[in-house]
Every structure is written in structure tokens, then in C-alpha cells.
């Protein structure tokens, strides 16, 4: 099992370095919906592409999203899929990490998407929490 772990941190290491998009760390709440009513996770990091939230459950790669995220005073409503999920922390997880890709970003919400980014970024090219 632990050589499973070491080798998927391995990959997501792997992941990192050849991200299309960079990753900042923001921390809000997120709001999603698979099937049924509406559930609430925590943001752990954000990109153009993805973000990467805390679900109180775990989900397998694939599963389709619609979310609801809240930036500053806007919020944009991207729909997105597991692209990856884990453990929070080996003993007594209360929640999984999840790496959620977007498929589908209207053009209004990637332009509220960027222009976040973009002003929320301090010097050091990272988003505070919870602008």
C-alpha cells in the first residue's frame, strides 16, 4: 500500500510540474452538485483550469460536478469532473482531497475567473484567503 502512495504522489508531483494552468491558494467554501441536493466542500487551491477542494466524501475519477464558487463579490458556476481523489490524512480522514478539472466555464465566468486571479494576486503570486 505504501509504495501505492508513494508512487501516486509520484504522479501528482509529476502533474504539477506539467500543469497548463498554475495553481494559487485560496481558501473558501465551494458548493456542489452530482445528483440530488447540494453539498458543501472547502477550496484548497484555484486555477484557470481546476480547483482543488476537501469533500466531506470520496468520488472517483470522472464524476461530473456542477459547482458554485464564490470570488470576492461574484461567484461563477463551472461544471467540472474528478480528475483525482485521495485521503485528507491517512488516520481519521473527515474528508478527501479532490482534484476537479473544469469542462465547462461559460465565457462571463473564465472572464471573472481571470480577472480574480489577476487582481487577487499578491506580489508573490499567490491568492489570499477568501478574497
Known amino acids: 500500500m505504501a509504495d501505492i502512495l508513494r508512487d501516486k504522489t509520484t504522479d501528482e508531483q509529476t502533474q504539477v510540474k506539467e500543469r497548463k494552468h498554475p495553481r494559487y491558494p485560496y481558501t473558501a467554501p465551494v458548493t456542489y452538485r452530482e445528483l440530488g441536493p447540494a453539498k458543501t466542500g472547502r477550496i484548497r487551491n484555484l486555477s484557470q483550469g481546476g480547483v482543488m477542494v476537501d469533500l466531506p466524501e470520496r468520488y472517483p475519477p470522472g464524476t461530473a ?17 474528478v480528475a483525482w ?14 482534484g476537479l478539472k473544469f469542462t465547462r466555464l461559460n465565457l462571463q ?3 471573472t475567473l481571470e480577472l480574480f486571479l489577476a487582481v487577487a494576486l499578491d506580489g508573490k503570486g499567490r491568492a489570499g484567503e477568501g478574497l
Open 65 to 81: 460536478f456542477d459547482l458554485l464558487i464564490s470570488l470576492d463579490q461574484r461567484s461563477i458556476s463551472p461544471q467540472a469532473e
Open 109 to 111: 465566468d473564465r472572464l
Open 85 to 98: 481523489s485521495h485521503h485528507a490524512a491517512p488516520e481519521g480522514a473527515t474528508s478527501y482531497v479532490h
